[in-house]
């Protein structure tokens, strides 16, 4: 386990800050690889909150970008809405830091 917990548990957090520094789905699915799979959602989801629309915005092509929105999963309601914010950050980030 790459980030452990007092507790010998994932630390969530950490691993959160790692993977939404990660351009790819595939990337941050075999970052996750070291812990339990019952982790991976709330991780995740917590990554789509912190750094990962940054992450997304600084692709250096449309292309990219468009692809790194479309593999984030979506196979419940929660991560439909978070795909959903993730896309208004990036697109505020441009509108507000790019210009």
């Not at 548990?9 to 993977?19: C, E, F, G, M, V």
């Not at 092509?61 to 309601?77: G, I, S, V």
């Not at 697109?91 to 507000?96: A, Y």
């Amino acid at each position: 386990m790459k980030h452990a917990a007092r507790n010998n548990q994932p630390d969530q957090l950490a691993y959160a800050h790692a993977i939404s520094k990660l351009k790819t789905h595939e990337e941050r699915m075999d970052y996750m690889a070291d812990i339990d799979e019952k982790f991976h959602d709330i991780v995740y989801l917590t990554s789509m909150q912190m750094a990962l629309p940054r992450t997304i915005a600084s692709l250096p092509t449309r292309e990219e970008r468009k692809k790194a929105w479309d593999e984030l999963p979506e196979h419940n309601k929660t991560f439909v809405g978070m795909k959903s914010m993730v896309y208004h950050r990036v697109v505020d980030i441009f509108k507000n830091e790019r210009s």
